[in-house]
């Protein structure tokens, strides 16, 4: 139920309900759910006599009863084939969905696609109506109005599907304007396409394309969930303030090179395999011009043995580059950062590394291990070209409409 104001505008009221805003964001951006996998419905229109039930639940029988929360539905005859298919987009993945209606039943269609004058009428005719009146049914048109879009965030074809049942004949069609104008067609055909325009008054047959690629029905297996991510940055950010225990100058000082700051605790398995990665390989990452910054977090809460947890496993591996202890306020900071870049509250986890630049840029950011070769090939993209770097951001090809953003100042 909506909880918006509606007569009462007190401060009592519109205080709550800005209040309700602020914890349902709060819900989205810590990544809840409504309720999640809901499966789609589909209702039956029996036709029933008064009294009795109308629709039947077909949700099952349909095989449109994914449980992929949907969203947004959007019909049309995509493979003009008569019967309307579904685009629909939901709110997990597969994020969009084409279903096509691949019904074994002989019912017959019109279709009809208006242009208005652009006079009266706008070009796309919308708030038009066309009734279809069948021959022997006179008594019950068939009418169906043009919109620009009657459901949550998505709008249908443009062309006015009819279905037509078994009915073999149309009596007559009227168009009826948005300026108010109604126009009488008659010898129209059963299924077929028309398209009806308004400045000639003409009603033309229309025929689907023939050089048309058909879109191939898939296997929809869901990908296997995973802690481990890799995100190119399509524009660096400058890496805050980071104030490690025991140190009086920030941890950026000490950057002066390309640099891996890597986030780690000692009771992290993935983390320690991570740093003797490191260790093991450090002629390679040094040829290569990068530096590491290991920064533990075992004692944020000042616990001795803690600290010589993470000792002992640095002198273990052998570890060779430079480490620190990090504070509150450092992880405070990073996750900020991170926070502001994903649009996601989510506790700073690890192991966690931030691949920077020798001005202290962040170009890369790994939540997870990730490999040596991995950081390899990312440390060409720190001077790479912009619109190189945006395009290696996006896991899609495609082509750009705005510029590539530059580097945070």
């Not at 002629?283 to 920064?295: E, M, P, S, T, Y």
């Not at 900071?333 to 502001?340: E, F, G, P, V």
């Not at 720190?382 to 409409?401: E, M, N, V």
Request: a negative charge.
């Amino acid at each position: 139920m909506s909880q918006s104001p509606i007569d009462d505008f007190n401060e009592r009221t519109t205080v709550r309900y800005r209040q309700g805003w602020k914890a349902l964001n709060r819900l989205l951006h810590e990544d809840r759910s409504f309720s999640g996998h809901e499966r789609n419905c589909v209702f039956l229109n029996l036709q029933g006599d008064e009294g009795s039930e109308r629709f039947a639940d077909i949700s099952a029988a349909s095989g449109f009863d994914f449980p992929d929360d949907a969203r947004s539905i959007a019909l049309c005859d995509w493979d003009f084939d008569g019967d309307l298919d579904f685009w629909v987009t939901n709110r997990t993945a597969p994020r969009i969905r084409l279903l096509r209606n691949n019904s074994p039943g002989k019912n017959h269609y019109l279709a009809i696609l208006l242009q208005g004058d652009g006079n009266v009428t706008n070009r796309d005719a919308v708030g038009a109506r066309v009734e279809v009146i069948l021959e022997g049914d006179q008594s019950r048109p068939l009418v169906k109005t043009l919109s620009a879009g009657d459901a949550f965030l998505s709008q249908s074809s443009a062309w006015l599907h009819f279905g037509l049942g078994e009915s073999q004949r149309i009596r007559e069609m009227r168009v009826h304007w948005p300026g108010g104008q109604t126009v009488t067609y008659e010898d129209i055909s059963i299924d077929s396409h028309y398209v009806v325009d308004q400045q000639s008054g003409q009603v033309l047959p229309w025929s689907t394309p023939t050089a048309r690629k058909p879109l191939l029905a898939a296997a929809q297996e869901p990908l296997p969930t995973s802690d481990v991510a890799r995100t190119v940055l399509p524009a660096p950010q400058l890496l805050p303030t980071l104030r490690a225990a025991g140190r009086d100058t920030p941890l950026n000082d000490l950057i002066t090179q390309p640099t891996i700051v890597s986030i780690w605790s000692s009771t992290c398995s993935s983390c320690v395999q991570e740093l003797h990665e490191y260790a093991q390989q450090a002629d390679r990452l040094r040829d290569a011009g990068l530096d590491v910054i290991a920064i533990n977090l075992d004692n944020l809460d000042d616990s001795e043995s803690d600290s010589q947890a993470a000792a002992d496993i640095l002198t273990s591996i052998k570890f060779p580059f430079k480490t620190a202890a990090g504070t509150i306020e450092l992880v405070r900071s990073l996750d900020i950062l991170k926070r502001a870049i994903f649009d996601r509250w989510q506790t700073l986890a690890v192991p966690t590394s931030f691949l920077v630049d020798e001005r202290g840029f962040v170009s890369c950011i790994y939540q997870g291990p990730v490999a040596i070769e991995q950081l390899l090939d990312d440390l060409k993209l720190l001077h790479a070209p912009l619109d190189q770097r945006r395009a290696s951001s996006s896991p899609f090809r495609g082509r750009w409409i705005t510029p590539p953003a530059s580097a945070d100042p």
